[in-house]
């Protein structure tokens, strides 16, 4: 059965910093998907950044970033020029046919 | 495009009742995935149904709990006889059919047994 596995309970960055979340996941299949989510607060679950295994090319949207490492079965989320507003918990998942595989998240705190 | 509606947003019910949750998928979309988020813990997997059949149900709990999503109409997750274990963010999701990996989700139904 495929995990993901989130190392990181909670993180900390100072605003307009650099974070990095950690993700590793385990599958014997080669094809499929990863993605991070976001969950503020208010619950509702944001798509953050996707990235399709086929591709060598790191997934980049705006100031998320992924390190997508194939071999490695490790996929972490960069933050870059962290703001207040991505204070939330952060979920790595994987996804190979009908669902999605969750990690147990990562908390992320931003400091002003 | 109205995302995924799920309502009630919050339900409250006594040990023994029966909960029926809610789930509206985004226009155009016809496969609907509900996931269970226990307190500290990450989202798990339940059923994914497409319009008028169950197409794995593999994360059920075998009893109590079942799930349809009709011809007409929005999907419902129901919990027969609730528990205290019960009490959890309940999630919808849904993605169009052509679509391979993206799945868009509710806004969740938090569920709590008192």
């Known amino acids: 059965a495929q995990t993901v596995t989130q190392s990181q309970p909670e993180m900390s960055v100072q605003e307009a910093e650099t974070v990095t979340l950690s993700c590793t996941y385990d599958t014997s299949e080669s094809d499929y998907y990863l993605f991070w989510y976001k969950q503020p607060p208010s619950r509702q679950m944001i798509l953050v950044i996707r990235?399709?295994?086929?591709?060598?090319q790191n997934a980049t949207e705006n100031r998320f970033s992924v390190n997508f490492q194939k071999a490695a079965k490790s996929f972490s989320l960069k933050i870059s020029d962290s703001q207040l507003g991505d204070a939330a918990m952060y979920f790595c998942?994987?996804?190979?046919?009908?669902?999605?595989?969750f990690g147990a998240g990562t908390i992320l705190r931003v400091k002003s | 495009n109205a995302g995924v509606m799920q309502n009630p947003r919050h339900l409250v019910r006594r040990r023994g009742q029966e909960a029926r949750l809610r789930c509206s998928p985004m226009k155009g979309h016809s496969h609907v995935y509900w996931y269970r988020q226990l307190p500290e813990e990450g989202l798990k997997f339940m059923v994914y149904?497409?319009?008028?059949?169950?197409?794995?149900e593999s994360g059920m709990p075998k009893e109590r709990f079942s799930a349809e999503f009709p011809k007409e109409g929005p999907s419902i997750l129901r919990i027969q006889q609730v528990v205290r274990g019960d009490s959890a963010a309940y999630f919808c999701?849904?993605?169009?059919?052509?679509?391979?990996?993206?799945?868009?989700f509710g806004p969740g139904t938090r569920l709590t047994v008192t």
């Open positions: 990235q399709e295994a086929y591709k060598q």
């Open positions: 999701a849904s993605s169009p059919e052509k679509t391979a990996y993206e799945q868009y």
């Open positions: 149904l497409q319009k008028e059949n169950i197409i794995d």
């Open positions: 998942a994987y996804k190979n046919g009908n669902k999605l595989v």
